[in-house]
């Protein structure tokens, strides 16, 4: 099992940015693809983006494609998802998680075997 420490989020105008970390202890985080997910009041929880093991390979809902970039530094063991422009829209807890034998380029909330507490991102005016 892999211990995921989020931080970041917040309330934030439309239209700015926010940046989410996502930190495991240990060298194991990065032989893991990662995602993020987020879940608004009283929906169901969805994939937002993810990243493989080394970095070079991401995959993004098409809610927050061209906004939201997802990267990693597996030197500090850490994934980012920077998000830009955001709107109402984008209020919900997000996620961080990963899973044994999930791959990026087909996640699902199903399929994540650890996950991060989650980070509450409100965007209001």
């Known amino acids: 099992q892999v211990q995921l420490n989020q931080s970041g989020g917040g309330l934030v105008q439309p239209g700015g940015s926010l940046r989410l970390s996502c930190a495991a202890p240990?060298?194991?985080?990065?032989?893991?693809?990662i995602g993020w997910f987020r879940q608004a009041s009283g929906k169901e929880r969805e994939f937002v983006a993810s990243?493989?093991?080394?970095?070079?390979?991401?995959l993004y809902a098409d809610s927050v494609k061209g906004r939201f970039t997802i990267s990693r530094d597996n030197a500090v063991n850490t994934v980012y998802l920077q998000m830009n422009s955001l709107n109402p829209e984008d209020t919900a807890v997000y996620y961080c998680?990963?899973?044994?034998?999930?791959?990026?380029?087909?996640?699902?909330?199903?399929?994540?075997?650890?996950w991060g507490k989650g980070t509450l991102v409100t965007v209001s005016s």
């Open positions: 990243i493989n093991w080394s970095g070079d390979s991401t």
């Open positions: 998680a990963g899973g044994v034998g999930s791959s990026w380029y087909a996640m699902s909330a199903d399929g994540m075997d650890f």
């Open positions: 240990g060298r194991t985080f990065r032989n893991y693809d």
